[in-house]
Structure formats: structure tokens, C-alpha cells
T-cell receptor, first 116, second 116 residues
Framework: AQTVTQSQPEMSVQEAETVTLSCTYD???????LFWYKQPPSRQMILVIR??????QNATENRFSVNFQKAAKSFSLKISDSQLGDAAMYFC?????????????FGKGITLSVRP | GAGVSQSPSNKVTEKGKDVELRCDPI?????LYWYRQSLGQGLEFLIY????????KSGLPSDRFSAERTGGSVSTLTIQRTQQEDSAVYLC??????????????FGAGTRLSVL
């Protein structure tokens, strides 16, 4: 079974600065997808960024980028120019690219606070 | 285009009562997922529906939990004889199957269930 580990329960960043959220995962599969979701107090999970395992290039979405290290099974999220609206819980998630069930396996999440 | 809609937003019930939670997926999304988010267990997969196929119920924690999806659209998650450990946020997600967007799950705001 696949597992996703987010070892930092909380992090804090100064507004306008950069922060990196860590995630590691364990799998025996070679083809899969990785995601970062943001969950604000409204509870609705919002997709921040995704990465296909077969792609070597790291995904980027505006101020958000990932450092995907397939051999190390590491998938960190970098938030540049942090904004107050970035404060939320962030979840790393894994999805197999094979099999009939495309369920997500989540890490425990990290609470990010942004200091003005 | 509305997003995934869940109702009720909050539900308070007494131990031993049955509850029904509703999920209305994004129109055209054939895949529907239920997850449970609790303090102790994080985010856990419960059940997955895809089209007319038999649902994957492998994540349901006990036989008190059941779910159905009528007409390939709206889904209801039923918890019978609720227990205090059922208190959690129940999240629903939907996705397309096939095409470039098939691996993106869109979430509702969840139902917060409190069992007294």
C-alpha cells in the first residue's frame, strides 16, 4: 500500500517570503500522480498543483512550484512571495495511475500561517 | 457549472441515530468519491463510484456505513446507529474519467458531523 508522509505539522512564513513544505511517499509503482491541495477554513479542498511521475520537469503554477525527486520519493511544494491568503492547511496526495480505483492517499497535512 | 455541492453543511445528531449525507457532483463527472477527515486519522478514502460499475467500498470502516449513487449523479452516504467516533468532516469529490483532466478530483466543502 502507498503511504504519504508530511512530517511538519506546522510552519510559518513572513509575508512576501518563500516557504517550502515537505512531503515524502512510499510506493512500489512506477506510474502515478502527486498533488498538493490547499484547505482553507471553509473546508473546501482546492488543487494547488499536480505532477505526473513520468515527467522529469517540475510542475509550476504561478507562485507555486514543486521539487519532485522520484528516486528519493520526495515531493516538496515551494510557495514564493507568500500572501496572507496562502494561510491554510496543505495536503500532499498520491494517486496510482493504474488500477480501477483512482482514490487519493493523503498525508496528515501541514498548517501554514503567514505573518503580516 | 457549479462545483461539488454537499448538504447539510453541518449535522449534529445523537448517538444511535441514523444520518444521511448528500453529495451533488459536478455535472458530467462520472467518478465520485467519499472521504472522511478526522483529527486522529487524517483524510481517509471511504468509497468510490464510477459510472455503472460496482462501487469500490474497500474504505468503509464498518457495515454501519453505506452509500448509493442514483442515476449516476447524486450520492448519499448513510451512517446507521451513529457512534461518537463517527464525528468527522465527510468530503465528497468528483472527477472526469478519461482525457487530460481525468486525474483531478474536485471537492465539496464537506459535511461536519457531530455525534453527541
Amino acid at each position: 500500500a502507498q503511504t504519504v508522509t508530511q512530517s511538519q505539522p506546522e510552519m510559518s512564513v513572513q509575508e512576501a517570503e518563500t516557504v517550502t513544505l515537505s512531503c515524502t511517499y512510499d510506493t512500489s509503482e512506477s506510474d502515478y500522480y502527486l498533488f498538493w491541495y490547499k484547505q482553507p477554513p471553509s473546508r473546501q479542498m482546492i488543487l494547488v498543483i499536480r505532477q505526473e511521475a513520468y515527467k522529469q520537469q517540475n510542475a509550476t503554477e504561478n507562485r507555486f512550484s514543486v521539487n519532485f525527486q522520484k528516486a528519493a520519493k520526495s515531493f516538496s511544494l515551494k510557495i514564493s512571495d507568500s500572501q496572507l491568503g496562502d494561510a491554510a492547511m496543505y495536503f500532499c496526495a498520491y494517486r496510482s495511475a493504474t488500477g480501477a480505483n483512482s482514490k487519493l492517499t493523503f498525508g496528515k497535512g501541514i498548517t501554514l500561517s503567514v505573518r503580516p | 457549472g457549479a462545483g461539488v455541492s454537499q448538504s447539510p453543511s453541518n449535522k449534529v445528531t445523537e448517538k444511535g441515530k441514523d444520518v444521511e449525507l448528500r453529495c451533488d457532483p459536478i455535472s458530467g463527472h462520472t467518478a465520485l468519491y467519499w472521504y472522511r477527515q478526522s483529527l486522529g486519522q487524517g483524510l481517509e478514502f471511504l468509497i468510490y463510484f464510477q459510472g455503472n460499475s460496482a462501487p469500490d467500498k474497500s474504505g468503509l470502516p464498518s457495515d454501519r456505513f453505506s452509500a448509493e449513487r442514483t442515476g449516476g449523479s447524486v450520492s448519499t452516504l448513510t451512517i446507521q446507529r451513529t457512534q461518537q467516533e463517527d464525528s468527522a468532516v465527510y468530503l465528497c469529490a468528483s472527477s472526469l474519467v478519461g482525457g487530460l483532466a481525468k486525474n483531478i478530483q474536485y471537492f465539496g466543502a464537506g459535511t461536519r458531523l457531530s455525534v453527541l
